[in-house]
């Protein structure tokens, strides 16, 4: 019997061209991009270049024709070079997707090339002031004015709607048959009147700004809506589950580039005689560690492989477990090395203490980990609901 592969070759060698990219870059660029308030363009146009950001969309739209798999490997590795790209999350991963899947013809060639090509970006927007992430509270709302819609509402902690060309908004529509209220989807111009941005001062070093963005009374043609008016949640999570999924890919990065620092300064850093890797005390938590990325990282590759093989459902479960178990191994993993470092942990030189922020964000977004123990404990136990 032939043994099952993880990992293909080609997979393999997208890892390896990837980190090699990273390395180029490494946590030092990362630092002065942030230092310096702008954007991580050189590193931008280089994956653009080798064909990275547009790994997992269509070939007829200039894409690699691969999926989320191929996608959360360029991530991961990038962050494991200590140089992530939160905007593949945004951008490719949840807007090209979701264009991908669902959008009219004209949207995919529109969108998809230079989404593919890195000239265009797109922002996401769904998490608003009083409803979080929460689609059925949203309170977004788009109507009908003549062949057009007006959407208005409110939106909070959109990454990068400064640099992105349009925004993907999840709005709420008004079913003609009962009266409720729907999810559906819309692109929205940076420049469209009506539409402001706010940028929210944040503790976290990223290079991506967070904003809270109004939407009064913007206009949009009958085009600006994505996919079927009826399809609701399906075209939603369409791209939330690549964002978990991506997400993962994030903080395993990031543990990974921690987990690494740890363990070259445990080798190299001597007292009483010997390195201080050789004490259990420091040996066993960074082991555990190590342990804990690689089966979180399993759970990421089935996440992956069962969304790119259309299976939504399987899709949704898995995505949410590999977020979950990413996001404690990526704070697990930051934690032990800035104490495995002690003082160094906390110094600009070895640019530790600056994850103890970020490796935090993965717990709270996309989605709290609260809430995937709720989607578990409900979908996969089938537990009275709790909310």
């Not at 978990?244 to 990031?254: E, K, P």
């Amino acid at each position: 019997m032939n043994a099952p592969v993880l990992e293909t070759e080609e997979h393999k060698a997208l890892r390896a061209a990837v980190a090699a990219l990273g390395k180029r870059y490494g946590r030092a660029y990362m630092t002065r991009v942030v230092q310096d308030g702008g954007h991580p363009d050189e590193l931008w146009g280089d994956a653009a270049k080798l064909g990275y950001l547009g790994v997992s969309l269509p070939e007829e739209y200039g894409g690699g024709g691969g999926g989320i798999a191929e996608l959360s490997i360029v991530l991961e590795e990038l962050g494991a070079a200590g140089s992530p790209l939160l905007m593949l999350v945004v951008s490719p991963a949840i807007c090209g997707t979701v264009i991908a899947r669902f959008g009219t013809e004209a949207q995919k060639r529109e969108w998809l090339p230079g989404l593919a090509d890195g000239s265009r970006t797109m922002a996401f927007g769904i998490t608003e002031p009083d409803a979080g992430s929460n689609s059925h509270r949203i309170t977004t709302t788009a109507r009908r004015d003549g062949d057009d819609w007006i959407l208005t509402g409110r939106k909070v902690f959109i990454s990068g709607v400064d640099i992105a060309d349009a925004t993907l908004i999840v709005g709420r529509t008004e079913d003609a048959r009962t009266g409720k209220l729907k999810p559906c989807l819309f692109i929205v111009p940076r420049d469209a009147p009506g539409f402001t941005r706010h940028r929210i001062d944040m503790e976290l070093q990223a290079p991506e700004k967070q904003f809270e963005l109004a939407l009064d009374d913007v206009r949009l043609p009958a085009d600006a809506l994505v996919g079927d008016e009826d399809a609701g949640l399906l075209q939603l999570f369409a791209g939330l589950n690549p964002e978990r999924i991506m997400t993962a890919a994030f903080s395993l990065g990031m543990a990974r580039y921690a987990l690494a620092r740890a363990v070259e300064y445990a080798k190299e850093r001597t007292v009483w005689k010997q390195p201080i890797g050789a004490h259990q005390a420091l040996a066993h938590p960074l082991a555990q560690s190590h342990i804990e990325i690689e089966l979180a990282r399993l759970m990421m590759q089935k996440a992956a492989r069962l969304y790119d093989d259309g299976d939504d459902m399987g899709a949704g479960e898995a995505a949410n477990m590999a977020k979950f178990a990413a996001a404690d191994a990526c704070v697990k993993a930051v934690d032990q090395a800035v104490h495995t470092l002690g003082g160094n942990g906390l110094t600009k030189e070895f640019g530790l203490a600056s994850l103890i922020v970020a490796s935090r964000v993965a717990r709270i977004a996309p989605v709290s980990r609260e809430m995937i123990l709720n989607f578990v404990s409900h979908q996969s136990l089938g537990l009275p609901k709790s909310y």
